[in-house]
């Protein structure tokens, strides 16, 4: 199967980094794509905690929102927000946290609150949600994001979720207990952080891609890592497992709605 | 307990300039009890929700907020609120002050306004701005092993609104499913108004499943399909295609304005509501 899109490509690539039983803290939209695809492929005990409060939930399609009634329905438990964020998360009980954003940086610092000044804002995006306490406390944070001068920007217009701060030993000193930012994928390839400068380095591309390509979307001088893997393209499974799942999912949200009499 | 019709219930328990939380995260959203709140034109509204979402965006088109305490405001799944982004972008209708918060740090919030504490606490808020444009967000230091914490004040509504499933006739009120931080801002409120889908004459046993009991609700509202197009788990799924199609409609002032006119400033209440869209069974 070589006719693949980008976007298939980015769930796959993502999935693939998530292991069996790993603790996972999913955001909606692609990363819940990436968190499922694994879960129905090499990864069926994968626990997914949504912020909603479900935890261990197995959904059949994908969720439009983080509280749909399916991820209730197919979790193991359902507890309270508060409980999530205290006992579970900040507790360090989170393997693995996903998040996406409008802006990242070159030490992997996200931006998902306004376009311009704060006060008075170009583009009111909608804020913060869990992701600053997801960065800090996840014991890694996955990134899912298009990479375009826009997007992969030499400077945050606000500093919503850290990542490795100014970089160096920046994050260590500043309290957060999570690892931070491991892997941001893009739909080139992937950005992982030097060892100690903490910049994100290109250490992998999709077929097809090239460097070239990589470093025209990226807003700062984008660096190599000395060897950039080729990643491999999603195979037949993959594929069959994550259209039937959309599919699944699109006939699931066009279901018309009957209220009780 | 006293059981009043919406109207009363708005009418009686919401004032123009009060701190109202019409909690819910996604499932069991008050939609009817916030479309009274705009037929009623409150003003000068404090709205506090973790994840404002339509409703909100509704009263804030509709002129009814000046400030809005909150942690995460979008169309779940579908994008921005656009009557959210015109406000603070544009100040249309009118500015709205913003004191804007993480997840974690408005859940800590809560938690402390339930136990009548002073500030919440967490170890939150690392590295974000959010400390930079919010004066709200400080820090504590533990008197024990002087580690900085972050603190936030303590949320405490005038009225907390909640839709919930059942309610018995004495007024115990049972919620099920996700339930966000709804019990912690129901017990944080000076007055809790709640709106259910059903009033029977004894509930299940409650085994760890959500209940407040009669003596902190100060009144249930009979309101079935009070939650749509939320849902309510066990009664009705969420309408994700109601949710998709207000992007269209909130997009363009004129276009928002005139389907408020005719959907919900048009309707008597919410059963009228629901006639309207051809969506009452």
């Not at chain 2, 939380?21 to 709205?47: S, V, Y």
């Amino acid at each position: 199967m070589s006719d693949w899109t980008r976007d298939e490509m980015m769930t796959v690539v993502a999935a693939r980094l998530l292991w069996n039983r790993c603790v996972c803290f999913v955001g909606i939209g692609l990363p819940s794509a990436a968190c499922n695809l694994a879960r129905l492929t090499h990864a069926p005990d994968i626990v997914l905690i949504y912020e909603s409060g479900t935890i261990g939930t197995r959904p059949d399609v994908l969720p439009l929102s983080i509280g749909d009634g399916e991820l209730a329905e197919t979790a193991a438990c359902v507890v309270p927000l508060p409980d999530i964020f205290s006992y579970y998360l900040q507790a360090g009980r989170v393997d693995v946290g996903f998040l996406g954003a409008a802006q990242i940086d070159r030490h992997g610092n996200l931006n998902s609150t306004v376009i311009g000044p704060y006060d008075a804002p170009t583009t009111r995006l909608p804020g913060a949600g869990g992701a600053p306490e997801i960065a800090a406390h996840a014991r890694q944070t996955f990134v899912m994001l298009k990479a375009n001068p826009r997007s992969c920007v030499p400077r945050l217009d606000f500093r919503t979720s850290a990542g490795f701060l100014d970089g160096g030993t920046a994050r260590e000193r500043s309290g957060a207990r999570g690892g931070g930012p491991c892997s941001v994928i893009t739909d080139f390839g992937i950005l992982t952080p030097h060892a100690e400068t903490r910049e994100l380095q290109l250490s992998s591309l999709f077929p097809g891609a090239t460097v070239g390509e990589a470093q025209a979307a990226v807003g700062w001088p984008l660096m190599p890592a000395p060897r950039v893997e080729a990643l491999p393209a999603p195979s037949a499974d993959e594929l069959v497992a994550l259209r039937a799942l959309h599919s699944r999912t699109r006939a699931a949200h066009s279901r018309a709605v009957h209220l009780p009499a | 307990m006293p059981f009043p019709t919406l109207r009363e219930a708005i009418e009686r328990h919401v004032n123009d300039g009060a701190c109202v939380a019409l909690e819910g995260f996604t499932h069991l959203i008050p939609f009817a009890a916030g479309h009274e709140i705009i037929r009623q034109r409150r003003r000068d509204l404090h709205l506090v929700r973790m994840t404002p979402d339509l409703i909100y965006d509704q009263l804030i088109g509709m002129g009814c907020a000046s400030k809005l305490t909150f942690s995460w405001g979008g169309n779940p799944g579908v994008g921005s609120l656009h009557r959210l982004r015109d406000a603070v972008e544009h100040a249309w209708p009118g500015p709205l002050a913003l004191d804007e918060h993480t997840h974690a740090g408005m859940a800590a919030a809560y938690c402390a306004g339930a136990a009548r504490l002073p500030f919440g606490m967490l170890r939150g808020y690392i590295g974000t701005d959010l400390v930079t444009v919010n004066p709200r967000i400080r820090s504590v230091r533990c008197p024990f092993t002087g580690e900085q914490l972050a603190a936030v004040p303590a949320i405490n509504p005038d009225v907390t609104i909640l839709h919930a499933q059942r309610a018995d006739r004495a007024g115990n009120v049972a919620l099920t499913g996700i339930i966000g931080a709804q019990r912690e801002a129901a017990l944080a409120a000076r007055t809790l108004l709640v709106t259910v889908e059903e009033i029977v004459a004894a509930l299940p046993p409650a085994m760890n499943s959500i209940v407040l009991p009669h003596w902190v609700v100060t009144a249930v509202v009979h309101c079935p399909g009070g939650a749509y197009p939320a849902y309510a788990q066990g009664y009705y799924a969420r309408d994700n295609s109601f949710y998709q199609a207000w992007d269209a409609i909130s997009r363009d002032r004129s276009t928002f304005r005139s389907w408020m006119d005719r959907h919900v400033i048009g309707s008597r209440d919410h059963r009228g509501f629901l006639a309207s869209l051809g969506a009452a069974a």
